[in-house]
T-cell receptor
Framework: GQNIDQPTEMTATEGAIVQINCTYQTSGFNGLFWYQQHAGEAPTFLSY??LDGLEEKGRFSSFLSRSKGYSYLLLKELQMKDSASYLCAVDSNYQLIWGAGTKLIIKP | DAGVTQSPTHLIKTRGQQVTLRCSPKSGHDTVSWYQQALGQGPQFIFQ???????QRGNFPDRFSGHQFPNYSSELNVNALLLGDSALYLC??????????????FGPGTRLTVL
């Protein structure tokens, strides 16, 4: 079967750093995406990894290890507006398989 | 650039009824995917349309059907609605034919409530 696991909820402090982990088991792999979704809104694209290593984009970075079926999203200098759900999704034979999302709560 | 648009925004139906949801892709995109997202869950892939044909399908019953038009817009039809069909229905478009990877751009979604 196809499975993506990520923590249900995480809490962090404004200005701090948080790492959201994602592990996956899928029949195919054409890349891994991270999306941000605010409550009641559509997901918006954050990052894409297809090769092992770290991709940095401003305050957000994403890491991939294909051999371990593992990725993480690193958010630095947290702001209150970063309170949202973060979804990990794997492109498995051109079909996106999604995790349930990690709800990130930012405290002042 | 209008981005991905969906209509209607909200919809209330009763069990057994049928519903049609509509999606217009982002300009330049030729592929449309539909997802069902239950509250507190990640999106579940329903199907994907490319060149007016269903290209991929997730684990959804035949009550869920779709169509893509020559202008790349798409419809999702659900027959014999069940209470469990209540969810946010998301449409996403992507430039599959020209993109190196399957980045999808999402519309705002249609919130379907089945009573």
């Amino acid at each position: 079967g196809q499975n993506i696991d990520q923590p249900t909820e995480m809490t962090a402090t404004e200005g701090a750093i948080v790492q959201i982990n994602c592990t996956y088991q899928t029949s195919g792999f054409n890349g891994l995406f991270w999306y941000q979704q605010h409550a009641g809104e559509a997901p918006t694209f954050l990052s894409y990894n297809v090769l092992d290593g770290l991709e940095e984009k401003g305050r957000f970075s994403s890491f991939l290890s294909r051999s371990k079926g593992y990725s993480y999203l690193l958010l630095k200098e947290l702001q209150m507006k970063d309170s949202a759900s973060y979804l990990c999704a794997v492109d498995s034979n051109y079909q996106l398989i999604w995790g349930a999302g990690t709800k990130l709560i930012i405290k002042p | 650039d209008a981005g991905v648009t969906q209509s209607p925004t909200h919809l209330i139906k009763t069990r057994g009824q049928q519903v049609t949801l509509r999606c217009s892709p982002k300009s330049g995109h030729d592929t449309v995917s539909w997802y069902q997202q239950a509250l507190g869950q990640g999106p579940q892939f329903i199907f994907q349309y490319y060149e007016e044909e269903e290209r991929q399908r997730g684990n959804f019953p035949d009550r869920f059907s779709g169509h893509q038009f020559p202008n790349y817009s798409s419809e999702l039809n659900v027959n014999a609605l069940l209470l469990g069909d209540s969810a946010l229905y998301l449409c996403a478009s992507s430039p599959l034919a020209t993109s190196s990877y399957n980045e999808q751009f999402f519309g705002p979604g249609t919130r379907l409530t089945v009573l």
